[in-house]
């Protein structure tokens, strides 16, 4: 059918635009009249022929599809039998090739341009405009604080080790013990037996001056002495008991009672020679006992510290051991000073310790910790590594070594924004608000699209990802 309206176009077509070039003789009064005009007259004549020819072939084209406009919805519904001639049925298939003509040419002259333009609009908004999303979220305080208790048989395979170190210190301080120093008295008395008995004087014994001048000095006997019975007679050494020039007795001074003996009936004692050498007392300061044991002490505790900065500072230990400091033990190794008793304003002492610690490989806890890392971070966020701080404290009895780990740190959104933008691109934007909106942890969302003066039938997120600019804001979880 669509060939034969073609066809008959054609020849339609064809016969019109013969007829308006041939010069076949006009059978009419009209031939002599045009045969009778001048030049200019007959070119007028010509243009309104042709003229008027067009306007027939045009009115014949407007007729057509004006049948056809008719004629169309009748053939989409026709359902029986047509019976035409050979002629009309090339009329009809004319009328309809020519209306797809006129449509494709149409289409052709509006349609493709409006189509460049939309386009064009298209483009231009999407490569000139930005779609900004700002999403807000609570950040997560994390903690959590994990205890281990190893002892030399724990399944987590931690080995308890002795790490020891020696010391020395020298301290000194102000003695706090005094005595009273001088010389005492010293001298020979002369000692007469009156009775007919053996009388013994023994080292220790006492002896009392009864003389005016040295009234109720006590002296000491310094020595033996062993008198025959009968006028017998000897000379006793003796000393003062105390310090002091009082003690001292010039010659023929002094009487003497020696022991319990009856100065006068049973043993007769005098100084015929002077008793000399008493002085002053003086009281001095002196090293106590008190003041060694303090001063050890001062000493052992400060080693302590020394010692403990020692062992955890060393270089070979500090980044491979994690100690107990209440595990620290101090032993004295050795004292050098001065000595109780000794006379002096300040006691000075050398301590030398050595000092014992228990520790554990730091290697041993690292899988412990990136176990709690792990575990402290809720579903749907993650750890910033840059806040996480985690702290060791160690405590050891004799057969425990007790490890507690507190790990501090924030947690934030887990979200892809570059995966987030992928998803957004070329999307509605009541298809981007909902995908926007199904984003866990999210509590705050505002949305803007620049340039605000797009017409809202040309807006959508553009289809470049880098036009899309999401912005994640962390809000205290307090607030």
């Not at 609009?121 to 208790?149: C, G, P």
């Not at 109780?340 to 050595?354: H, P, S, W």
């Amino acid at each position: 059918m669509m060939n034969n309206e073609r066809a008959s176009l054609s020849r339609f077509l064809k016969s019109s635009s013969t007829r308006l070039r041939s010069a076949r003789p006009i059978k009419s009064r009209r031939t002599a009249d045009f045969l009778s005009m001048s030049h200019n007259q007959g070119s007028l004549f010509i243009r309104r022929r042709v003229a008027l020819e067009r306007r027939s072939l045009l009115s014949r084209i407007k007729s057509i599809f004006s049948t056809s406009n008719r004629t169309l919805p009748q053939r989409r519904t026709f359902s029986g039998t047509i019976s035409s001639s050979k002629s009309n049925s090339s009329h009809d298939s004319f009328k309809l090739h020519g209306k797809k003509r006129l449509f494709f040419y149409l289409s052709a002259i509006f349609g493709v341009p409006i189509l460049l333009i939309i386009i064009a609009v298209y483009v231009f908004i999407d490569n000139s405009v930005l779609y900004a999303v700002t999403l807000r979220y609570k950040y997560q305080n994390l903690l959590l604080e994990r205890q281990i208790q190893i002892q030399e048989d724990s399944p987590l395979n931690l080995k308890i080790m002795k790490l020891t170190t020696e010391d020395g210190v020298t301290v000194s301080n102000s003695t706090t013990g005094q005595k009273i120093v001088g010389e005492k008295a010293s001298g020979y008395i002369s000692v007469f037996n009156s009775t007919a008995e053996i009388k013994v004087i023994s080292k220790g014994t006492e002896v009392l001056c009864i003389s005016p001048s040295c009234n109720g000095l006590v002296y000491i006997a310094n020595s033996d002495l062993n008198l025959g019975p009968g006028s017998s007679s000897g000379d006793l050494q003796i000393v003062a008991s105390d310090i002091g020039e009082n003690y001292n007795v010039n010659v023929n001074a002094g009487r003497f009672k020696v022991g319990n003996f009856d100065p006068n009936l049973e043993i007769i004692a005098a100084n015929v020679r002077p008793i000399t050498g008493g002085t002053p007392k003086k009281t001095v300061n002196i090293v106590s006992a008190d003041d060694i044991k303090a001063l050890e002490e001062k000493a052992l505790n400060y080693l302590k510290g020394t010692i403990l900065l020692k062992l955890t500072t060393d270089p070979n230990h500090v980044n491979k051991y994690l100690f107990s400091e209440n595990s620290l033990k101090i032993e004295k190794i050795s004292v050098q000073g001065d000595q109780e008793g000794q006379e002096a304003d300040v006691v000075n002492l050398t301590v030398r310790a050595k000092g014992t610690i228990d520790a554990i490989p730091k290697d041993s806890i690292n899988n412990i910790v990136e176990e709690m890392k792990a575990s402290m971070v809720p579903d749907g966020y993650y750890l910033d590594e840059k806040t996480f701080k985690h702290n060791l404290s160690v405590a050891s009895t004799d057969n425990d070594f007790i490890i507690t780990i507190t790990a501090t740190g924030i947690g934030r959104v887990n979200l892809n924004i570059d995966e987030l933008k992928s998803k957004l691109a070329n999307q509605s934007l009541h298809e981007a608000e909902k995908i926007i909106i199904s984003i866990p942890n999210i509590h705050g969302v505002s949305i803007s699209y620049v340039p605000d003066y797009i017409p809202e039938f040309f807006r959508k997120v553009p289809s470049n990802p880098n036009k899309i600019q999401i912005r994640l804001i962390a809000e205290d979880p307090e607030s």
